[in-house]
């Protein structure tokens, strides 16, 4: 359902655009660097909303994502540089890929692994993983992403 639902997402902000703010479309080069950067994959769902937004807000709703690659010096929204510095002062284990915050409490990551689509989980920082209870905020970012929007459009 990923796609579907990242497809319905897209199609709500697009017919919203005057509650959203991203830095646009990014070049697959890029996206490929950022991947390279993290030493990781990226998933369809996440990886084609960095092709066609790049990162930034739909209402208060704010998706990390790949905004240049300057990644030792940026900030939020840049998915790359929060990724990388969470796992300098946190230990972020390398599978987590941070994709927004929940406020002042535990980040949203994306926990790649095995699945083509992984589940959005909640991560606190500073806590040892085994310490983590891995909660699942979404089964995959196209469902937090139409979740997110849809709660936006409803406040």
Not at 35 to 48: D, M, V
Not at 55 to 70: K, P, T
Request: some cysteine.
């Amino acid at each position: 359902m990923s796609l579907k639902d990242f497809e319905t997402a897209m199609r709500l902000i697009e017919e919203n655009e005057d509650q959203a703010d991203f830095v646009g479309p990014r070049d697959a080069a890029l996206v490929d660097k950022a991947e390279k950067a993290l030493g990781i994959k990226f998933p369809p769902s996440y990886r084609e909303f960095l092709l066609r937004l790049g990162a930034g807000s739909f209402g208060a709703l704010e998706i990390y994502g790949v905004i240049d690659d300057e990644w030792e010096d940026s900030s939020v929204p840049d998915a790359i540089w929060y990724t990388l510095n969470e796992r300098d002062e946190y230990d972020l284990p390398k599978h987590l890929l941070v994709i927004a915050a929940a406020g002042d409490g535990p980040l949203y990551c994306l926990k790649l692994g095995q699945e083509k689509e992984p589940p959005v989980i909640f991560y606190s920082p500073g806590l040892e993983e085994e310490e983590q209870d891995s909660e699942i905020a979404a089964e995959d970012f196209g469902a937090f992403l139409l979740e997110g929007v849809r709660d936006e459009l409803d406040a």
